[in-house]
C-alpha cells in the first residue's frame, strides 16, 4: 500500500499530510502574527479593533457546521480542504488593498468565512488517518512539525518588514507589472507586501498538494444522510456538555484580544520585528511541548490537559497588565505557547472521542461555531467597553486597557476550574499525578547512578 492510499484510522500519519499542514500553517505564520497591527497602523480604535477581533473569530465559524456536515455527507473531504486552503489564503493578498478598518474589517470576515471551508474538512480528514490509542501522540506530532513551520514563517516576515529594502528589489522583479499588482503610495503599507503575497502563492501549492492525500473510499451503495448537526447541542452527552463547559473560559479569554496589540505597540512601542519574536516564541514553546503532552493526553487522559492549558491562560493577560518592558512579554507569550500545548490537541482529541467516526467533522464545526459565536461577544463587548471608557472621560486610554486585562486575568482564572467537571469517554490507567512521580523517580535513580 502506498504512503498516499492509508487506511481509515491507521497508526501514523502519512507524510503527505505533514507537507500539506506545515505549508498551510506556514502561510498563516506569514500573515497572522501582524493583522492586528496592520489595521491599529490604519487608525483603529480600540472598539474598531474589538470588532475586528469579533469577526475573526465568528466568521471562521458560522459557517463550519455547514462545510462539517456536507464533507461528513458527500465524502470528498480533500476537495473541501483544497478550495477552503486557495480561497482563504489568497484572500490576504487583498488585504494590501484595505484603506480604512472598515474596509479591511469587511476583507477579513469573507476571508475567514472562506477559511472556515478547510478548518473542519482538514481535521475531519486527519482523524480518520490515524488509531484512537494514537490520537494525542499523532497529533502532537503534526503540531509540532506545522507549528515549526508557523515559526520559522513568522521570523522571515518579521525579518522582510524590518528590512522594508527588499520590497523595491521586490517590485522590480515585476516590471511594470509591480506597480499594479502591489499598492504604493504608504510607506507603513508597504512593509506587508511581500508577507502576504507569500501567504496567497503558498496557498496555492498546499491547496494543490491537498488533493495528493487519498482518504478512505466509500463502500459501493454506502449512503450518508447529514448529522444532526442542529441536534449536537440539544442531546444530552459529553459533546455537549464539553461544549458549554467552555461557555465561560471562552469569553474571558476572548476579552483580553483586543488589548495584547495595544500593550506591545502603543505602551512598549514594539516594532514588528519585536512582534514576530513575541510570536515565535510562544511558537517555539508550543512546538516543544505538544508532542510530551500529546504523549501525556494518551496516558493519562484529555482533562488534565485541558484544565492545565486553560489555568495557566489566566498569567498572559496578568503580565501585559504588568509588563513595563518586552521581557514581561516574552515570558507571557512563552506561557501561551505551553498552555496551547496542552490544551489544545487535548481539546482536539476529546472531540474525537466521544464523536461518531462518520460525524467527527460536524462535532468539530460545531464546537468551533459554538466557541466562535461566544468568542465575538467576549472581544466585541471588551473594545466597546474599553472606548467607551475613554469616550465618557471614565478612564484615560491606559486605565481602560489595564481594567479590561485585569477583568480577563480574574475570570480566566476562575473559568479554568470549570473543566475540572469533565468526565473522560473512556478509562485511563495512569494519573498526571502518577507519571510526574515516575518522572521525579526515574531522575533520582539516574542521578544515583555512577
Known sequence: MSELEPPCEMQKLPASVYAVGSLTMFAQGLYGPFLNTYILDMGANYAELGVFRSVGNISPAILQPAWGAASDKLGH???????GTITGLFMVYLFLWAWTPLDM???YAIQCILFSVQIPTWLSLVGCLMHESKRGSELGRLGMVTNL?????????????VYPSVIPVFKSFWGTFGNVLFPSGQ???????????????????ASI????????????GERRGFPPVL??????????????????????????????IVVQREWLGNTLFEIAVASAISTVMTVAMTIPFGRLSDRVGRRPLIFTGRFLLFFVPLLYLMATDTFLIYVSNAIAGIATAASVNANTAYIYDV???GERGSHVAVYNTFTGIVFLFGSLISGIMGQLFIDTGLLGAHQSVFTMLGISTVLRFIASFVYLDLKEPRVYHSTIWAEFRALVHRRRHDSETP
Do not use: H, Q
Open 355 to 357: 464523536a461518531p467516526e
Open 187 to 205: 510607506v507603513w503599507r508597504e512593509v506587508y507586501i511581500v508577507p502576504f503575497y507569500m501567504t496567497a502563492m503558498i496557498g496555492i501549492v
Open 149 to 161: 513551520a508557523s515559526l520559522v514563517a513568522t521570523l522571515v516576515a518579521g525579518a522582510i518588514m
Open 231 to 260: 441536534k449536537l447541542l440539544t442531546r444530552p452527552g459529553d459533546f455537549r456538555k464539553f461544549c458549554f463547559t467552555a461557555t465561560f473560559f471562552s469569553f474571558a479569554m476572548s476579552m483580553a484580544w483586543p488589548f495584547f
Open 105 to 107: 474589517i469587511v476583507l
Open 77 to 83: 473531504t480533500k476537495a473541501f480542504v483544497a478550495f
Open 209 to 220: 498538494l491537498s488533493l495528493k492525500i487519498n482518504e478512505r473510499p466509500r463502500m459501493n
